[in-house]
C-alpha cells in the first residue's frame, strides 16, 4: 500500500526553521519525483518544491527559492523540505505528493500527483 506520511510541521516565530519530513512506505523513492505544495487557509493548493529521486534535481517556485531546499535521504525513503527565515505567510498545511513520472515536468500541477499524503500544519506567528 503506498502511503507518504508527512511530519514536522508545528508553530514557529518568524525568522526561525522548520524541516519537514515526507516518509513514504509502499514504495521505494528511486526513481519517482516527488513534490512539495502547500494551501494557506481560503487559498489554492501551489507548488513548492519538487524533486527527482533518480539523478537529485530540484526544483522550486520562484518565489520560495532560497529560503527552501528540498533533499532526500534514500536509506530513509525520504524526502525533507527545510524552511529558514520563516514568514507569517508561510503559515499552511504542507503536503507531499508523489508525482506520476519521474521527472519534474509540470511539478506543479498538482492534478499530476498519483498520490498524496495528509499534510502537515506550519504556523508562523511572533
Known amino acids: 500500500q503506498v502511503q507518504l506520511v508527512e511530519s514536522g510541521g508545528g508553530s514557529a516565530q518568524p525568522g526561525g526553521s522548520l524541516r519537514l519530513s515526507c516518509k513514504a512506505s509502499g514504495f521505494t523513492l528511486d526513481p519517482h519525483a516527488i513534490v512539495w505544495f502547500r494551501q494557506a487557509p481560503g487559498k489554492e493548493r501551489e507548488g513548492v518544491s519538487c524533486?527527482?529521486?533518480?539523478?537529485?534535481?530540484?526544483y522550486y517556485d520562484d518565489s520560495m527559492k532560497g529560503r527552501f531546499t528540498i533533499s532526500r535521504d534514500m536509506a530513509e525513503n525520504t524526502v525533507y523540505l527545510q524552511i529558514n527565515s520563516l514568514e507569517p505567510e508561510d503559515t499552511a498545511n504542507y503536503y507531499c505528493?508523489?508525482?506520476?513520472?519521474?521527472?519534474?515536468?509540470?511539478?506543479?500541477?498538482?492534478?499530476?500527483?498519483?498520490?498524496w499524503g495528509k499534510g502537515t500544519l506550519v504556523t508562523v506567528s511572533s
Open positions: 505528493g508523489r508525482y506520476y513520472g519521474y521527472q519534474c515536468t509540470d511539478w506543479f500541477q498538482s492534478s499530476f500527483m498519483d498520490y
Open positions: 524533486i527527482s529521486t533518480s539523478d537529485g534535481s530540484r
